[in-house]
Each structure stands twice: as structure tokens, then as C-alpha cells.
Nanobody
Framework: QVQLVESGGGSVQAGGSLKLSCVAS????????MAWFRQGPGNVREGVGY????????YYADSVKGRFTISQEDAKNTVYLHMTSLKPEDTGMYYC????????????????????WGQGTQVTVSS
């Protein structure tokens, strides 16, 4: 099991930016893959993007491509989600997830494939 703690959520106006953080701790083996998901009111949890911890490769959902960037800081066991040009439809609870062997285009967006989740941080974008 991996403990994940997200932070950085808040309320912004459309067009604004936010940077979320996810700190991973309490693990015996560093997870090789981490991702961000989000869940809006009445919606299913959807994948935002992922990063391969060893390769640094990233992949994003079409809805956020070009606006969101995932990065990592190994020394702090932290993964970031930098969100720009935010839209009202980006509103939701944002969750960090960790796993192994999930960093693939066909698997990553399936929430059930990830076995470690944070508690989430709320992002609200007003028009």
C-alpha cells in the first residue's frame, strides 16, 4: 500500500491556473506509475493523465491535452499537476493514484486498475 496526500486545490476563475501536488509515502517499493483522476458532480471518475516514474513519460486525456502538465520531483516523492487555461468543466475532486504496470495507453484511464488512492482535493472553476 502507498499513502497518497493531495493538496493545492481551490477556487479560480475561468482562464486561471492551479498546481496540485501529490506526495507518496509509506511504501516498500516505489510505485512505477502515478496518475491524476477527477470526478465532477454526478460524473464518473475520469483519468486526467499519468506519468511513468522511471521514464518520466506522460500521457494526457484529450480534454486536458495542451492545458495540463504532469511532472515529478523524485527527491520529494511528489507528483504535480499543473493546470492552466482552466474551464468550468474542469471543476471536480481531483485524485492522485499510484500503481505498477498501469502506465499504458490502454489501461491507465480505468480507475479499477489503480490500487492506491489519495483523499482528493477540490478544484472549482467559475465562469
Amino acid at each position: 500500500q502507498v499513502q497518497l496526500v493531495e493538496s493545492g486545490g481551490g477556487s479560480v476563475q475561468a482562464g486561471g491556473s492551479l498546481k496540485l501536488s501529490c506526495v507518496a509515502s509509506t511504501y516498500t517499493k516505489r510505485p512505477s506509475c502515478m496518475a491524476w483522476f477527477r470526478q465532477g458532480p454526478g460524473n464518473v471518475r475520469e483519468g486526467v493523465g499519468y506519468i511513468g516514474r522511471n521514464s518520466g513519460n506522460t500521457y494526457y486525456a484529450d480534454s486536458v491535452k495542451g492545458r495540463f502538465t504532469i511532472s515529478q520531483e523524485d527527491a520529494k516523492n511528489t507528483v504535480y499537476l499543473h493546470m492552466t487555461s482552466l474551464k468550468p468543466e474542469d471543476t471536480g475532486m481531483y485524485y492522485c493514484a499510484a500503481g505498477v504496470r498501469v502506465c499504458s495507453i490502454t489501461l491507465w484511464s480505468k480507475a479499477g486498475e489503480w490500487n492506491n488512492w489519495g483523499q482528493g482535493t477540490q478544484v472549482t472553476v467559475s465562469s
